[in-house]
């Protein structure tokens, strides 16, 4: 399972350079078409991961239960936004796929509540499966960050 947890901290990396080059104001704003932003997306795809490899697991998450309940399957930004949260955010983006790498080579997923998900319909019967479908998920949210990119600059 190397290679997914691999891609998954590239992909991070991707997220991060983004957080970084963008300003607040960029961050927050929700381009026509779209129904949420790129800060949002970020936060969407570091509470998805927790949940679906530690909460699915039984194990408590690196996220608060408020950044979940922000950042959760079917929530849309509710204001803009503050640095201090971006800030937060792209911390968590490093360090909570370290800790998965961590804890995923020290075999800790052991119990895993399967779990099917919404949009695609296949059911998660593992972690191997679970970390699979969090590469999905966020190259999809990469994919609709980049596009984006061009309409908030």
Do not use: C
Not at 55 to 67: H, I, K
Not at 91 to 119: C, H, Q
């Amino acid at each position: 399972m190397a290679f997914p947890l691999d891609v998954l901290q590239s992909t991070r990396k991707s997220f991060k350079r983004i957080l970084e080059k963008l300003s607040l104001e960029a961050l927050n704003k929700i381009p026509k078409g779209f129904s949420n932003n790129i800060i949002w997306n970020i936060g969407h795809i570091v509470v998805t991961e927790q949940l679906l490899a530690y909460r699915l697991s039984g194990l408590p998450t690196m996220v608060s239960d408020e950044l979940i309940e922000k950042y959760k399957k079917g929530t849309k930004p509710e204001g803009s936004v503050s640095q201090e949260e971006v800030n937060l955010i792209k911390g968590l983006l490093e360090t909570t796929i370290e800790k998965t790498a961590k804890d995923y080579k020290n075999d800790a997923f052991k119990n895993f509540n399967e779990y099917m998900v919404s949009t695609t319909g296949n059911t998660l019967i593992n972690i191997d499966d679970s970390l699979e479908f969090i590469l999905f998920h966020e190259g999809m949210h990469l994919g609709y960050v980049l596009s984006m990119l061009k309409l908030v600059k």
